[in-house]
């Protein structure tokens, strides 16, 4: 009799649908939380967002329990992942703050080129990350603009976003003892120690305002919960080059929100910049490896 239950449906899902998940609520938490700005600061949205998500993931998979099966090579790949996404968070919010949502997504994808250029080995990858690229410019413009501070938060969350992919591909293919979502439990839980000095007092008023508390925890489940869920679940199941290419699909899916959320109309060039996106999606070639779900 074959498997049934949720663990059997996670495993014969295809990856690409995971990724999809992931693309959708990687920019819709980030629309909810520039609505949150009028009443809080970005330092504290981005510590409400960590903190939510590590509540959840502590409820969930409780991975102190996880931290203690590792060894001390593992240990470090979790710390240092936890690192990254406070780092990666409290810059990402502070770029947003300060410079237009669409230029912060184009810098982020910058470094993600590379990797997806490291393993691209043919003619029809190498032509799909062309064309990744060029939708990519032509769907955000690359236009330089904004507070110079706010460029420099935006390039470095464009680091530590490349960063991220490297740290959480390798858990998702097996950092020993532990399986990818509960690095990602453990790697949440150490983020949210990095992150309490820099966000504490900044997130202090959403504890006195309900509503505010209430859409804090609710960008960071949209935000840090589902979407880091669906990059293990994804990573698990294909190459990190293949994965940083499909990033690519992040800007487009941020159009999408914007017309559903922020009522923001796009261009014909913007619309162009999606249709050469997925044409990159859809020339991207990769032999299929069998993989399990942790």
């Keep these: 009799m074959p498997p049934i239950g949720p663990r059997a449906v996670l495993s014969k899902a295809p990856a690409w649908t995971y990724f999809i998940g992931s693309a959708v609520f990687h920019?819709?938490?980030?629309?909810?939380?520039?609505?949150?700005?009028?009443?809080?600061?970005?330092?504290?949205?981005?510590?409400?967002?960590?903190w939510s998500a590590a509540l959840v993931f502590a409820l969930w998979r409780r991975p102190w329990r996880a931290l203690a099966r590792l060894d001390?090579?593992?240990?470090?790949?979790?710390?240092?992942?936890?690192?990254?996404?406070?780092?990666?968070?409290?810059?990402?919010?502070?770029?947003?703050?300060?410079v237009p949502l669409a230029t912060v997504a184009?810098?982020?994808?910058?470094?993600?080129?590379?990797?997806?250029?490291?393993?691209?080995?043919?003619?029809?990858?190498?032509?799909?990350?062309v064309a990744a690229v060029s939708g990519v410019y032509v769907l955000t413009g690359v236009r330089l603009t904004g507070e110079p501070l706010g460029l420099a938060f935006a390039f470095a969350n464009a680091a530590l976003f490349a960063a991220y992919i490297v740290l959480a591909h390798r858990a998702a293919r097996g950092v020993r003892g532990v399986g990818g979502i509960d690095g990602l439990a453990a790697a949440m839980l150490v983020a949210g120690v990095f992150v309490a000095p820099a966000g504490l007092w900044q997130a202090?008023?959403?504890?006195?305002?309900?509503?505010?508390?209430?859409?804090?925890?609710?960008?960071?489940?949209?935000?840090?919960?589902?979407?880091?869920?669906?990059?293990?679940?994804?990573?698990?199941?294909?190459?990190?080059?293949?994965?940083?290419?499909?990033?690519?699909?992040?800007p487009a899916t941020a159009t999408v929100i914007g017309i559903g959320v922020l009522r923001q109309l796009p261009s014909?060039?913007?619309?162009?910049?999606?249709?050469?996106?997925?044409?990159?999606?859809?020339?991207?070639?990769?032999?299929?490896t069998p993989a399990t779900v942790r």
């Design 72 to 98: 001390a090579g593992g240990r470090r790949t979790i710390i240092a992942w936890g690192a990254v996404l406070a780092a990666m968070n409290v810059c990402f919010y502070l770029a947003i703050a300060r």
């Design 268 to 288: 014909l060039s913007e619309l162009a910049g999606v249709g050469l996106v997925v044409l990159a999606v859809a020339l991207h070639h990769e032999r299929q």
């Design 27 to 50: 920019y819709l938490g980030p629309a909810f939380a520039v609505l949150l700005f009028a009443r809080l600061d970005p330092l504290g949205v981005a510590a409400l967002r960590i």
């Design 106 to 129: 184009a810098i982020e994808f910058l470094p993600v080129v590379v990797l997806a250029a490291l393993g691209a080995r043919t003619v029809r990858n190498l032509v799909a990350l």
């Design 204 to 250: 202090a008023p959403a504890m006195i305002e309900p509503v505010t508390l209430a859409a804090g925890i609710g960008v960071g489940i949209c935000s840090s919960v589902i979407p880091y869920v669906c990059d293990q679940l994804a990573m698990a199941r294909m190459a990190r080059s293949t994965y940083a290419l499909l990033v690519a699909l992040l």
